[in-house]
């Protein structure tokens, strides 16, 4: 359902309904303005047959005591309203089977100030936590998760306690503060990490991580590269890409060729993809410093960012005459 024409209590009245005949899935998109009264009538959180619940817009979450969604496998709450910070936490703890969470706080007018997510059932979450968001801390514990997935722009100083999730496979952190130590403490065994944080990771072990995605934005960033490779030695796929919404032209720092060659390059790396080239020297230096140190590289494709320029023939020339270690890598140029 999608439409803020729609009354409040009609809306409500199609939900019980629906509810009435045992409802598998509820999606509601409902933007009212200015606030209207509660759409969701309160024996929706008793539901014994509702696997997928989507709610999108300012509507209000007010679960009350009674709360119970035993089928309850995919919950994903956008930019609605909780009527006291427990409120999600509430739900959740009543999910037992709860598999998929996705939760975007709202960009602006809202006072959750704690955000708890303690769901052992959970096999993915996302979490994005908006610029403009005053949350004071959040604490995550969902030792089943093997995707996670945390965009977290707000400047508000805040406080995070993830605890250690073992299962972890898949890993995507947009972060642009630096507190992520304790996310990074318990995702060392990941396989899989895309990430864009201007965070200073020193001290990291990802030894487990097969393929690593930075985004374009710090790849240049005082040797975020470089830091990331030394942590990863067993790295077989480097992909450099842009976040979505993310912007290439940053101020560059110099890319420091590192007085060590990282371990993966020597040992593991095989694929090399860079797909937004701006074809600047900077980031030309790097794609040259990895052909001629990555021993076993047997692919490398570059994508331009413009289609023909003349940073791009420089990079042509630059790239032909570089030399590569591995004779068998093909460089595929677009
Ligand atoms: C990478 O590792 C090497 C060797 O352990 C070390 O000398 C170097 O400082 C590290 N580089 C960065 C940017 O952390």
Sequence with gaps: MCNSR????????????????????????????????????????????LVVLKLEGRILLDVPRMVSLPSLKTLKLQSVRYSKDETLQRLLSNCPVLEDLVVKLRDYGDTLKKLTVVVPSLQSLSLFIP?????????????????????????????????????????????CCPDIYSLVGSITSVKRLTICSEAILNGLDFNQLEHLEVC?????????????????????????????????????????????????????????SWSIHTGEPQERAIVVYILEHAVHLKTANIKSFEPINVLKIEMLEELALSSRASTTCQLMFE
């Design 6 to 49: 729609f009354k409040p209590e009609s809306i409500k009245t199609w939900v019980v309904v629906a509810l009435s005949h045992c409802l598998r899935e509820l999606d509601i998109l409902y933007e009212p303005y200015p606030d209207k009264p509660d759409i969701l009538p309160s024996n929706l959180y008793t539901s014994k047959s």
């Design 131 to 175: 610029y403009n968001h005053d949350l004071d801390w959040y604490v995550i514990e969902t030792p089943s998760l093997k995707y996670f997935k945390l965009v977290d722009y707000s400047d508000n100083d805040h406080y995070s306690l993830i605890q250690n999730m073992p299962y972890l496979n898949e890993v995507y952190v947009d972060c």
């Design 216 to 272: 374009l934005c710090t790849v240049l960033l005082s040797n975020q590269l470089v830091r990331l490779l030394n942590a990863s030695s067993n790295l077989k796929r480097l992909d450099i890409s842009l976040m979505d919404d993310h912007d290439p032209h940053q101020d560059m720092n110099h890319w420091n060729e590192p007085s060590t060659v990282p371990e993966c390059l020597l040992s593991s790396l095989q694929s090399l």
